[in-house]
């Protein structure tokens, strides 16, 4: 797949302040951030644009600097599975950057955003070069890993509704509120929910509206209110002791 177009380039000291915000660039000092930005490609991507696809050959790493972009592809039968959303801050592709690989999935744009790019041997030698970087780069593997394991293990023991409430607690715990009471916005629609865990739109319809019967939550506008996170916490949890070996 070929890159779109660079944007205009932006000043050095401008581009330092942008990249700043990636997770894995925290606390590092202006002249690390200096050494990253000389190697940056920037690109401006709009909404469902495609950044890479499912089986390319492209290697670069892309850090979302402002947008958030979905990871995903489907099936053989073409149903989408949705892997994650990854909000600024974030960064991809750096699987293929270490092993070389096609893509695993496909990236596209889910708003306007502005992304910078670097070349596989620029990212390796990144690692290589600094500690800080390398250790962040084997955090995040780490909690993909956790994370992918997660998942497995609720495909694998869980039922469908089980599946819902876990995504649920799972979308909730990204709201860093300390409230019992939390704001799930924008919510995902029935069928991103259900591409998600893997099921039909039916059959988050009728969780939702059976959670919602039971007051744990309150659907408004574009917002889904989970009314107690300390009972749908509880929820989840017994359910996977249960399904514990």
């Given at each position: 797949?070929?890159?779109?177009?660079?944007?205009?380039?932006?000043?050095?000291?401008?581009?330092?302040?942008i990249l700043s915000i990636?997770?894995?660039?925290?606390?590092?000092?202006?002249?690390?951030?200096?050494?990253?930005?000389?190697?940056?490609?920037?690109?401006?991507?709009?909404?469902?644009?495609?950044?890479?696809?499912?089986?390319?050959?492209?290697?670069?790493?892309?850090?979302?600097?402002?947008?958030?972009?979905?990871?995903?592809?489907?099936?053989?039968?073409?149903?989408?599975?949705?892997?994650?959303?990854?909000?600024?801050?974030?960064?991809?592709?750096e699987l293929t950057a270490?092993?070389?690989?096609?893509?695993?999935?496909?990236?596209?744009?889910?708003?306007?955003?502005?992304?910078?790019?670097?070349?596989?041997?620029?990212?390796?030698?990144?690692?290589?070069?600094?500690?800080?970087?390398?250790?962040?780069?084997?955090?995040?593997l780490t909690e993909q890993?956790?994370?992918?394991?997660?998942?497995?293990?609720?495909?694998?023991?869980?039922?469908?509704?089980?599946?819902?409430?876990?995504?649920?607690?799972?979308?909730?715990?990204?709201?860093?509120?300390?409230?019992?009471?939390?704001?799930?916005?924008?919510?995902?629609?029935?069928?991103?929910?259900?591409?998600?865990?893997?099921?039909?739109?039916?059959?988050?319809?009728?969780?939702?509206?059976?959670?919602?019967?039971?007051?744990?939550?309150?659907?408004?506008?574009?917002?889904?209110?989970?009314?107690?996170?300390?009972?749908?916490?509880?929820?989840?949890?017994?359910?996977?002791?249960?399904?514990?070996?």
């Amino acid at each position: 797949m070929i890159e779109k177009t660079t944007t205009r380039n932006i000043p050095p000291d401008r581009a330092c302040a942008i990249l700043s915000i990636i997770k894995e660039f925290k606390g590092l000092p202006s002249s690390d951030l200096e050494t990253i930005a000389q190697v940056c490609h920037w690109h401006r991507y709009e909404v469902g644009e495609e950044i890479v696809r499912y089986h390319d050959d492209s290697n670069s790493v892309f850090f979302i600097t402002q947008g958030e972009m979905r990871v995903h592809y489907y099936s053989m039968s073409g149903q989408e599975v949705i892997l994650c959303d990854l909000p600024a801050g974030e960064l991809f592709g750096e699987l293929t950057a270490i092993d070389s690989r096609s893509r695993s999935a496909t990236v596209v744009a889910k708003t306007n955003s502005l992304v910078a790019s670097i070349s596989s041997s620029d990212f390796l030698e990144l690692i290589y070069r600094n500690r800080q970087i390398a250790f962040a780069i084997l955090q995040r593997l780490t909690e993909q890993i956790r994370r992918l394991t997660e998942r497995v293990f609720e495909f694998s023991t869980l039922a469908v509704r089980n599946r819902i409430q876990a995504e649920l607690l799972r979308l909730a715990k990204k709201q860093t509120t300390g409230s019992n009471i939390v704001i799930i916005s924008p919510v995902p629609t029935h069928v991103e929910l259900a591409n998600l865990v893997s099921t039909h739109r039916e059959a988050v319809t009728r969780e939702l509206n059976n959670l919602e019967r039971a007051n744990l939550i309150l659907r408004k506008d574009h917002e889904l209110h989970i009314l107690d996170i300390a009972k749908l916490t509880k929820m989840v949890e017994n359910v996977n002791e249960k399904c514990s070996p």
